[in-house]
Nanobody
Framework: QVQPVESGGGLVQPGGSLRLSCAAS????????MAWYRQAPGKQRELVAT???????DYKDSVKGRFTISTDNARNTVYLQMNSLKPEDTAVYYC???????????WGQGTQVTVSS
């Protein structure tokens, strides 16, 4: 089974940091791509960061230099390290992994990140 589970969200003040985790329940080596999305109330879901099996990364312009996507292969986990958080980063963050067969996508349930004073 492939059941991504996000954790690590919470309330943080502007300028603070959080590290989100996505437990993939599958070996990272079997995954084509991993990605983090977010969705704020009343807004469309947007792509925040991607990591390919080749190790390449890409980020939404507004988070470049602040967010980092990475993996811990031994733990079958993908992370999103978020630094210098801003109120506009407030959203539900979702992990998505894509497997090679039929490029099947699996989504986590989401974790809430709130950046506020």
């Amino acid at each position: 089974q492939v059941q991504p589970v996000e954790s690590g969200g919470g309330l943080v003040q502007p300028g603070g940091s959080l590290r989100l985790s996505c437990a993939a329940s599958i070996r990272i080596s079997l995954i084509n791509t991993m990605a983090w999305y977010r969705q704020a109330p009343g807004k469309q879901r947007e792509l925040v960061a991607t990591l390919t099996s080749a190790g390449t990364t890409d980020y939404k312009d507004s988070v470049k230099g602040r967010f980092t996507i990475s993996t811990d292969n031994a733990r079958n986990t993908v992370y999103l390290q978020m630094n210098s958080l801003k109120p506009e980063d407030t959203a539900v963050y979702y992990c998505k992994i894509t497997l090679p067969f039929r490029r099947t996508e699996y989504w986590g349930q989401g974790t809430q990140v709130t950046v506020s004073s």
